[in-house]
């Protein structure tokens, strides 16, 4: 699992990794119809991609071998917020997965039965020595009973479940920020989330220097006008 960690995450421990798998849930979103042009930013920029098992065909005739790939297992369509197990570990094994992806939000309807569910798909990848990255989201109506508090709690129960890191989207706030960081041991990753005109790069910024290991940008990279000048923006925020 070391070896696999190190296909994710650089030398200096931080990670910047540019996901595409919005299409299951969000439709063709402006940007994603052009995965080469996405995966020639990546092999330039990126520690590894986060994607899903069908694209793995375009991806694997021109991805560099020293980009890590984290396959999603998990998804849902357009309407609903809770996710389903799409794809197997077994699947992310045949194409050379080198991490895979499970997702939850606390405060859904079936989070329960999301836990249970990612719960089962990280034993199963770590039988096989597959790092886990668990996306967790506090949803508004646990927001409204936990308060700030919600964050560091989505964060601890993604490592108590097993997952190897956490991706997920955590207010530009230096005490929440603090408090999610000492929380945890194992690192944690911050979501871009919906594609943003300014303050980003900031964002980002405080969020390094607060402890956080890492970027997932997606939309805030191929969404934007000038793609390859937002990663080379980020790769520099994230290995200074």
């Known amino acids: 699992m070391k070896i696999r960690n190190r296909r994710i995450f650089s030398k200096d421990g931080r990670t910047f990794i540019i996901p595409f798998d919005h299409g299951i849930s969000a439709g063709m979103m402006s940007g994603l119809e052009n995965v080469e042009k996405i995966v020639r930013i990546a092999n330039k920029y990126a520690d590894a991609i986060m994607v899903r098992p069908g694209l793995m065909r375009k991806v694997s005739r021109s991805l560099n071998s020293n980009v890590g790939i984290i396959l999603c297992l998990t998804g849902r369509l357009y309407k609903g917020v809770d996710h389903v197990k799409l794809n197997s570990v077994f699947e992310a094994i045949r194409n050379g997965a080198d991490a895979v992806c499970v997702e939850f939000k606390v405060g859904s309807v ?105 970027i997932a940008i997606g939309r805030n990279v191929w969404g934007d006008l000038c793609p390859e000048k937002k990663a080379i923006s980020f790769r520099n925020i994230v290995h200074t």
């Open 110 to 214: 079936g989070d329960l039965e999301n836990v249970a569910m990612a719960s089962e798909i990280i034993e199963e990848a770590h039988t096989y020595g597959l790092p886990v990255l668990v996306t967790v989201y506090a949803q508004p109506e646990y927001i409204e009973i936990a308060g700030k508090r919600s964050y560091v709690d989505i964060c601890r129960i993604a490592e108590e479940i097993g997952g190897d890191y956490i991706k997920t989207n955590i207010p530009d706030d230096a005490d929440i920020l603090a408090e999610c960081v000492k929380a945890t041991s194992i690192p944690i990753i911050l979501a871009g989330g919906e594609q943003k005109t300014s303050n980003i790069e900031e964002r980002v910024e405080r969020a390094l220097n607060a402890g956080i290991r890492g």
